[in-house]
């Protein structure tokens, strides 16, 4: 018997019914087996099954996730009944494909892993301006209505890392089922953002959000975080903020979450039991925005990541650097060990091989002191 009720959407144009909680398949839970690292497939199991028992019915996998495991363990959690249930979306990932050919090859590998003779979306995998056109040249459109056409895919769509005006082009230049892309109350003017979720609402294709937690940055919170969140009278954890957020938006039909352990669906299968559209109140959303200002405050250096620094004569990997620094800070209240910067310490570009030879303020449109900010960077982050 369901212990919950997870809210569906009518998915657009599309017409269908889909949770408002789609499982991302790529967290699966891993182990050690033989030195190896591999998913739990047990368990896996256990919260795929669970998840569909409580009226989840939307799947999110990949190719590549999980190191080449991922599908296959979703076609095995989906046997004995329960593929019936729901809707799998799996990505073709061009970068793996050598040749046009390599398409069908892998879409015909992915219907074995999945132990299924369709898929309902297929999407075409973090596609950017540039793997845009490199798709178009190979045929891509044409390759999407075959497999329409033959019954082999229900809905073509496509997961989307570039700009807006990236994102315009490409939901103009083919007539998508579905699109998904990053967005969460950081990313607005990011990415797709608040503009590419809008417009994909004004064709009625449907959207699916992926990195609604900011890969996980936004599930804890800074105490001056903290504070804000508690200043209303309802408690909530800040992913549970981050979703209502979410589910607020009409235009959003399905947010995908990943989840490593029972108990974080049950959370989310909670939380999305609750939340809907337009249900948020002026006061939550006053909050939202606090809370966004607050962590923009947070910002140690206003790097934009243009460039123009690099490439440095020490290979000091600057923006890189800047990103590692904004990010701990923003986002965590104890930064120091971090590990993406200890990954720069390993590769020989942190911010202790600057030599202070100054070419990268002359170079910065925005006269940042670079070579101080480096130096205090690299005390805070090694």
């Known amino acids: 018997m369901a212990e919950f009720n997870v809210k569906r959407r009518v998915f657009g144009k599309l017409g269908i019914e889909v949770s408002a909680f789609g499982l991302g398949c790529m967290r699966f839970p891993m182990k050690d087996e033989d030195g190896k690292r591999v998913v739990d497939l047990d368990l896996a199991k256990k919260i795929v099954r669970t998840a569909v028992d409580n009226g989840i019915n939307y799947f ?90 033959e ?49 994909a609402g004004s064709k009625n294709i449907p959207v699916v959000i992926m990195e609604g937690l900011l890969g996980g940055k936004l599930a804890s919170a800074p105490e001056s975080v903290l504070k804000l969140y508690d200043s209303y009278s309802e408690k909530r954890s800040p992913a549970e903020w981050s979703f209502r957020w979410l589910c607020n938006f009409p235009q959003v039909s399905t947010v995908l979450s990943g989840v490593t352990s029972l108990r974080q669906l049950y959370d989310n299968m909670r939380i999305f039991s609750e939340a809907d559209v337009n249900a948020m109140s002026k006061e939550e959303l006053d909050i939202i925005d606090k809370v966004r200002e607050e962590y923009i405050n947070r910002t140690k250096i206003g790097c934009t990541g243009c460039e123009y620094c690099m490439p440095c004569p020490s290979e000091v990997n600057i923006p890189r650097i800047f990103r590692i620094w904004n990010d701990a800070f923003q986002y965590s209240s104890d930064i120091a060990g971090n590990d993406r910067y200890a990954r720069l310490v390993r590769e020989g570009h942190d911010a202790s091989k600057c030599v202070q030879c100054g070419a990268c303020e002359a170079a910065c449109p925005q006269q940042l002191a670079i070579i101080e900010k480096l130096a205090q960077a690299g005390k805070e982050l090694g």
């Open 60 to 149: 999110d996998t990949a190719y590549v996730y999980s190191d080449k495991q991922n599908e296959g363990v979703l076609g095995c959690a989906l046997e004995g009944g329960y593929r019936e249930k729901v809707y799998v979306a799996t990505k073709l990932p061009l970068w793996e494909c050598s040749c046009p050919e390599d398409m069908e090859k892998i879409f015909e590998e992915q219907l074995k892993f999945l132990g299924t003779d369709y898929i309902d979306f297929y999407l075409v995998h973090a596609l950017s301006a540039k793997r845009w056109e490199d798709a178009k040249a190979w045929g891509i459109r044409e390759f999407l209505d075959k497999l329409k056409k």
């Open 151 to 199: 019954g082999r895919i229900k809905y073509a769509a496509f997961s989307f890392h570039d700009n807006y005006e990236a994102f315009e082009k490409i939901i103009n230049e083919y007539d998508w089922d579905m699109c998904q892309i990053q967005f969460n109350f950081m990313d607005i003017n990011n990415q797709a953002g608040l503009k590419g979720l809008e417009l």
